[in-house]
């Protein structure tokens, strides 16, 4: 063993164990450091659902799950790398325990155990391929995104030389003990383990003209380095850009249960403004600065954000790199006790800028993408909760949001409109207040208001009511849910709608409650339990799922055409809703063909989080929707673009006008298509205001 | 320098608004109020000078509608006092019998400066602001769309609207009363969590009304009635492209398109 | 001037007589001939006697002048009025509900007690007093007022009257300003005027006008393509103003510039009084709004209820074809 040598009067072993005491120690007070920071930031419970925690944490770090889903090359290289280093932590735990031991006490080293050598060693070539493939894919393909660090590639640089030290050592070590055989000397050891990376590296050595002896010494100078390599990676990565290695697990094991799209509560406001001098990092939860130090820069939060693409200046990426800095930066003094300085950009609004955070349409690909479990969609509402309170809105969005203080509705129309749409039905909608109903039907702003959409709604109406559903409306008393106001950061607006919408609830008796927005379904599902909503809530396109499938919904023709399906935002990758719409579309008779970005892949319309109330972004060469009408424009032979949600409706509407293929592709809501399989009375189909 | 702003609240037309049994007023009972838009921006106006340079803000309003709320938003803005008239009657006087109430309430303030917005759409009887300047016996100018501190002590510097994006820049000693059409940025949004902060610490000062003044020599409604309306559009119907069509028909028939 | 005159206010800004002063001559003439009396117009400002030729239709021009008259101040103005009604004691004085008549027209009837209307869209006698016709509420009501005590002080909107043709006596009396009027605490500093070198939308012969319907800046395209296709200009109405979207050279209305071209093409505009003001008089106009009962469809000529950002490129294709 290598550390039974002696430098300068002393054990080699002692030496290591003495570098191995100072590096853990710095490694221990930089963690401790980096806790503290956390723990500036707000409380926020993760503690929850324990054993779902550990579930996610196997499947997603120790199985790897999202990354072999993933982009090619890297959803195998990745696991392999991450595999090897596990096995590595083993094989360098028995070479500090063995190396230290050594002068009095032998222990054997990995390569000495069977099975596990085995296992190493060619983990060891593993790791190697891995890292070749991903070095491929980083300096050569550069995917997008891909922030090609200097911490990045020096961790991938001492990996590789971790493993080409170790395949030395391994060479070595065999020779030693060949040439130990031949002599006769005792040998440790439990036989010849089966090294064939060790051999091999042993036997090109040998056949590149390298005598005995030279690999002997050159295998203990590897272990050496191997072994110091192991001690810097300790001591350096706390305090790199690439921690993610030690917080990912962390991340993970503390991810958003049990839904997606989950937001913390408002900071809690003390009654003077302490504003400026209190620490900056206190408004976000300490999950939201871990979000900093676990990100690897990867980009796949990026390459798949609508708005990044569509050429928006919001970047998930950089948003979390700035966050990175930021809190790195600022918990450092902080932790300091350095007073903060007057002169400082300011961070939400400055460095992150202003249109950047108002960007977002909080479609949830970039948390869902994301392998180390980011949460991007709540920084940036956090962030925008800045912005609002110091009434940092452009003009049109105050009014939207004065328009649903005063109204109840983004639409600045008057309240006792809002059923205006149903005006014309033969049997008028029940008023779930006066009497009690099964269902209750929230239909939101955008199915009561918005001209293409209140068309649709009114054909629903007569679809329910052809299917014999006993249900009803809250009349001028219904809000909007308050899904993009709590997404635009204004959440005491959201509390003040959810109070009222509540107490209209409270009014009226029903069993469950049903929509057709997305955004609203979300909201009642999952945000409204904390102000006292216990009933179940469903999306319409679950509910007619249901009906087709008891036969209480009687088709009479079947739809001619080829449809895609648009899986919405708040439905699919929320809530993970896929398959009852795609029934349905398969009941009505059309041939369904799936879109390459479908299901957790949809491509938002870009409608979301406030965004549809939004002045439309400078620098944006195609606007979201367009970008998805054309991934089906390019499929040919489609004719239907099948949408389940009001926004969708009108912005994919929108953006077929604009692509010129209003003769070409049709966009529909599913209702109106399961209204026209059903050949009901053609005479309600208009309205006559 | 003290200012005082009176903030009003009246019938939001986004209902059309009813006329009562005798044809002469308005059903108010049926009505609801918001805050009037250019009281609106007075009050902004009013909190643009107390950050540009120290001035206390104090806000009057009568009490009735849903004036609370209006007042709860002025405070998070930042006004000092917020001072409610009681008023002895459900309904508010007309305008011009209202000026001397608020007159009553803010002589006792002995403000440099009251912000008034110009007009409210109520009012057939003459803006608020001039009558209490007249009540105040303070000088009077109306239609101010910006002040800024003037470059004397004691004075203030205005923009006076006129057509065609014309304004008249005009040096106001104090005290005066000014009608603000709008401010120098426009009103701030406050956002719902800072009102109800304030509902917790904000307090208002509640007043009497002062007992009727001598009505002014106002006119009476003899009739309130919807315009009818007279000539009305010919409208256009059909497809998009038939009623493009025909637009460029017209315009082609009138010799306008080239 | 005898209980049955009519005193008229004449409005003078940047040394031109406002328009709006001649259709107050006019509403002068049909009260005072029924009731029988002179139509008297005021003009205060320094030098007014140069206006006295455009005064035509009135009976007496009363000018004072004064130095302290010569830029507007409330204060002097004020006094000046007040102390000719004073002591002429007219039935009516009827002032143009403009910026300057805002704040002239209340400041007397508080001085003098005297009732006021506002809003004024027509004017009769009605025994010994008036009868006003006024309009408020955004224009969605219209009051029958009665007016009883002399004199009343109403202030008729810009337009509701055509300006006077018929000629009166037109005599010119000059008088002085009293010296106990001071130089008021309000002065005159100067006048600030929009920014130059954008389009004179007064002299364009077709307007493309834009409103809130537009709803993104980006829209502003889409009627730009428009007015260039038959070659006119792209004006709009205050909300668009007010977002920057467009100078305020380009605004009409009230507090805009009142337009009178050819062809006014009114898109998502609601059509509320203020904006009306500055553009009613268009020979031709077109209105498209998704709000049925706007009421820029009661002075439209045509009227489409639609989308305007589905209508207007239908419509620069229309127009291209032809």
Redesign the interface.
Known sequence: MPTETKFLGVYGAVWLAVFLVAATALFVRRMIQLIRILALGRKENRLDYFFQRLRTLVSEVLFQSRMLRGEPIINWAHPAIFWGFCAFVVASALLFVGGIAAPWLWLPSAEEIPVLGTVIDLFAVIVLVGLIASSIRRYIIRPPGLQRTTDATIVVSLIALLMVTYLLAEAGGRVAQAMAREVGSPQHGWGQTWLPAGMITARLLAAAGMPDDTIVHLGIAAWWMHAFILLFFLVYLPSSKHMHLLWAPVAVFFAELPYKGMLPPGEEKSGEDAGAEKNPLARFTWRMLLNGYTCAECGRCERVCPMATSGAKLSPRQVIHDVKEFVLHEGTAALRGVPANGQRKEFIGGTVASQAIWGCATCHACVDKCPVRNEHVALIVEMRRKLVEEGQLD??LQETLLSLQRYGNSQSKSPKKRFDWAKDLPVALKDARKEPVETLWFLGDYAAFH?SSTRVSRLIALLFQAAGLDFGVLGDAEQSAGNDVRRLGEEGLFEMLAEKNMKALGKAEFQRIITTDPHTYHTLKHEYARFGLDKPVLHYTELLDGLLGAGRLTLKRRLEGCAVYHDPCYLGRYNGIYEPPRRIIDALGLRRVEMPRNREDSFCCGAGGGKIWM??EEGVHERPASLRIKEALEMPGVTHFVVACPKDLGMFQDAV?TAGAEDRLRVADLGELIYEAMELSAEVMEPT? | MKIAVVVRQI?D?IE??EVDGSGTAFDLGSASFIVNESDDHALEQAILLKEAGGATVSVVALDFGDVDNTLYTAAAKGADRIIKISLAEEMPPPP?AAAALYAEAIKPLAPDLVLVG??A???????V???L???LGL?????ICGVKAGAEQGTI?V???????????????LP?VL?I?GAEQ?PRYVPVARVRAAMKTARFEEQEAATAASA????????????A?????????GS??E???R??????Q?G??? | MSAQDVLVVAEI??ETLSDVTLELLAAARGLASATGGQVVVLVLTADGARHAPALAAADRIVVVDDALLAA????PFMAALQEIVVAEQPRAVLVGA??IG??L???L???L???????GKAIQPDGD????T????????????????SP?IVMLLPGAYRPATEAGKGELERRQLAASIAE???????????AGGDVDITQQ??LVAVGRGIQ???NLELAEELAQT??GAVCASRPVI??GWLP??R?VG?????VKP??FIALGISGAPEHVEGMKDA?????VN?D?KAPI???????????VL??IP??T???K??
Not at chain 2, 139 to 143: I, K, L
Not at chain 2, 159 to 173: D, H, I, S, T, Y
Request: with cysteine; proline share 8%; aromatic share 6%.
């Open positions: 003009g049109t001209p002045q439309e006008k205001t | 019938p037309l059309p608004l011009r110009v007009q759409h109520d009012e057939w009887d003459g803006g602001s001039p009558f300047a007249a009540a000088p009077y100018v109306g239609v510097s923009c006076k609207e006129f057509p065609g994006a014309v304004m008249a820049r005009l040096n106001v000693k005066a009608g059409v426009p002014p020599p106002a006119g009476s409604i003899s009739r309130l009635y919807p315009p309306s007279g000539s009305h559009a010919e409208m256009l119907a998009e492209s009623i493009a069509a637009i460029a028909e017209i315009l082609a009138k306008l398109v080239k | 800004q940047r507007y101040s409330p204060e403009t910026s805002w704040d027209a209340p400041l009837a508080a001085r007690g005297a009732p006021l209307v506002t809003g007093g008036l009868r006003v006024a309009s408020f509420c955004g224009g969605k009501m219209l009051a029958e007022i009665q007016v009883a005590a009343a008021g605490t309000v002065r005159f500093d100067q006048w600030v005027l929009p012969e077709i993104q800046k980006d038959l070659g007010d977002q305020a050279t605004q009230k507090s805009g510039m009142t050819r062809c020979d031709l106009i077109l209105a998704t049925a469809f009661d002075v439209a000529h045509y009227g489409v209820v639609a989308d589905d209508l239908a419509l294709e229309a127009v074809r032809n």
